[in-house]
């Protein structure tokens, strides 16, 4: 049976709407995905525009599907210890890391932004799963004295090479001074929120912290006043970006199938730290052995391709050997690029494989990541 009437997903309560919900639809977004079980905009009708304003120019999106988890009490440092194979008591107060959580086989179960808001509170910022079951799951078997919460914050991402001068003009030198991974708790105009000198771009940017979700729209339109005069865009995660800039996403880039080593992700394993966790083992073992499999880049050409609604197949000689996790048109590559996750054996730069782009096949070559590096350094003079 077909129809002319597009279908539709009923959606009730269960989904969250965010803090900027009713500001994103004042803003005209065009669509959405749910992530985290909440409303994550999509578009705002030109996702070119988009990318474009976050690489040249100053973009603010709606980012509170990043659903914090706070884990805080006397044994909090313990269950952070526990739930990751990075060694967080060497993070200081007002300054975060990127993790990783993996299960008993070393597969990765999430990957967070993790920041020390003090001594014995920290916060989570997971990729779209409930990894606050999971903390709590843990405190519980071991008897932990902790509490694993989810605390009223909403993260707004201020992104693009002119984001630190709307944000040194909303929050002063602190802005420019305030180093990479890195918070401060401030108020603006009486909203507290905190800074953050993080986000999800591969361009320079900020995430502000909401601390009072009744305030989500005094807070958007202070940030789009301030950055009204740099031609500031609203705008959503960019899937041209971050594949450029090999950003992971997680279930697309990272599935519990993966381990560190496959996708990269080793940088983060402190695997000799004293305190016990999740995975130890098995991930010390991996450590001595070549991974089956790694994620790496691919360059292919044809007409430019919007992203994949599910795994499309990577061949060689004839036969499927890999996944296309995500894929785009790079602008200013001017050509199709992907992640694939390969065999190691088929994992090096110059490898020709093909690739199944909605049922052609395509010649692609193989190349190291990322395309893009990310800007990390807030130039001098702003």
Request: charged share 20%.
């Amino acid at each position: 049976m077909s129809t002319d009437t597009p279908l539709a997903i009923a959606i009730g309560p269960r989904v969250h709407q965010s803090a900027f919900f009713d500001s994103t639809i004042e803003a005209g977004v065009k669509a959405f995905t749910i992530y985290n079980h909440t409303f994550l905009p999509v578009h705002f009708g030109d996702p070119l525009a988009e990318y474009w304003g976050m690489v040249n120019g100053v973009i603010l999106a709606d980012h509170a599907c990043q659903r914090q988890v706070e884990i805080s009490g006397p044994d909090a440092l313990e269950l952070t210890q526990l739930l990751t194979p990075r060694d967080v008591s060497k993070c200081a107060v007002g300054k975060g890391r990127y993790v990783v959580f993996c299960d008993e086989d070393g597969g990765i179960i999430n990957d967070a932004v993790l920041f020390r808001m003090a001594e014995d509170r920290f916060w989570l910022s997971p990729g779209d799963g409930d990894v606050i079951l999971w903390a709590q799951g843990l405190a519980l078997g071991k008897g932990l004295d902790v509490q694993v919460t989810e605390p009223d914050v909403s993260p707004l991402q201020l992104q693009g090479p002119v984001s630190p001068y709307v944000a040194k003009k909303l929050f002063g030198e602190i802005a420019i001074t305030l180093g990479y991974y890195q918070c401060v708790e401030l108020e603006l105009n009486g909203i507290p929120v905190v800074l953050t000198r993080t986000g999800w771009s591969g361009e320079l940017g900020y995430e502000i912290y909401l601390l009072d979700h009744s305030r989500g729209k005094e807070l958007w339109d202070t940030i789009m006043e301030a950055g009204r005069e740099y031609g500031i865009l609203p705008a959503c995660p960019s899937l041209m970006r971050s594949v450029e800039g090999g950003i992971l996403s997680y279930i697309s880039d990272i599935t519990r199938e993966d381990t560190p080593f496959t996708i990269g992700l080793d940088r983060l394993l402190d695997l000799d730290k004293p305190s016990d966790f999740i995975g130890k083992e098995a991930l010390q073992r991996l450590a001595t052995e070549t991974p089956p499999r790694k994620l790496v880049g691919a360059n292919f050409g044809g007409d430019p391709v919007g992203g994949n609604d599910k795994f499309w197949d990577v061949y060689s000689e004839g036969n499927v050997v890999g996944r296309i996790t995500r894929c785009c048109y790079s602008p200013r590559l001017e050509h199709n690029i992907a992640l694939v996750n390969v065999p190691t054996e088929l994992s090096e730069p110059g490898t020709k494989v093909q690739l199944d782009i909605r049922g052609t096949l395509v010649d692609a070559e193989i190349v190291a990541l990322p395309w893009f590096e990310s800007h990390k350094i807030i130039p001098e003079g702003i």
